[in-house]
């Protein structure tokens, strides 16, 4: 049974427009990350959540935002897409064995 | 600073043929140290990680890694090599919860 899922698993938006991907668990777990991951490149650690608590990567841009309303649910959202953002998005619960899982992720393009 | 290098771009090697994907570790105090699979278009798939215990560590279809300290390395290994293994490899380590990851290797197993 999927632990992280991850919709859509391809978005396609226009240069500027906002756009919003979506992480939900089934684990309950208190820690989610949010990581970029561009094209033959290592994923990159954009921000991470323990519980409520938000913590922002020093150099991820003002772009990207996020929310979590509930322990569930993660929420990224690109307020003025540009080409540069296109990647794919990697969400990640950590397990209480100190291991992140990752979700399926969500290939961003931007025309 | 917590890090990994993956010194090689590309490994190649033939079905039933023991691989090694190579990975060595800066860390400062005890490394939690992990290999993730990423198939094409695909999140990443955890295979194994050390945290202390034993330096021969078993993981998922059949790999291994050994931790080895004097030379701060933590090698992924498998004695028979798959055609289905070909997929991009990435040693991590964890720093601060957050995962800092090698830039990959790529694995080509040929019939």
């Known amino acids: 049974d999927a632990m992280v899922i991850q919709n859509p698993r391809y978005q396609v938006t226009q240069f500027g427009k906002p756009v919003t991907l979506s992480c939900s668990q089934t684990l309950n777990h208190n820690v989610m990350y949010w990581y970029q991951q561009k094209s033959s490149q290592a994923p990159k650690l954009l921000f991470h959540y323990y519980d409520k608590d938000f913590n922002n990567e020093a150099d991820t841009p003002d772009n990207f935002q996020s929310r979590r309303p509930n322990t569930s649910f993660c929420f990224l959202d690109i307020r003025s897409p540009g080409l540069g953002d296109a990647a794919m998005y990697l969400c990640?619960?950590?397990?209480?064995?100190?291991?992140?899982?990752f979700g399926p992720g969500t290939r961003l393009t931007v025309l | 600073a917590q890090s990994v290098a993956q010194p090689e771009d590309q490994v190649n090697v033939a079905e039933g043929n023991p691989l090694t994907v190579k990975c060595t570790y800066s860390v400062s105090g005890n490394p939690y140290l992990f290999w993730y699979v990423q198939y094409p278009n695909r999140g990443l798939q955890f295979l194994l990680k050390y945290i202390t215990g034993d330096n021969l560590v078993k993981g998922s279809y059949g790999f291994e890694a050994e931790f080895n300290k004097s030379q701060t390395s933590f090698h992924l290994k498998k004695p028979s090599a798959l055609v289905s293994d070909s997929a991009l490899y990435f040693c991590a380590v964890s720093a601060s919860g957050a995962l800092n990851f090698g830039k990959g290797t790529s694995l080509l197993v040929t019939p």
């Open positions: 990640a619960v950590l397990s209480s064995t100190d291991t992140q899982y």
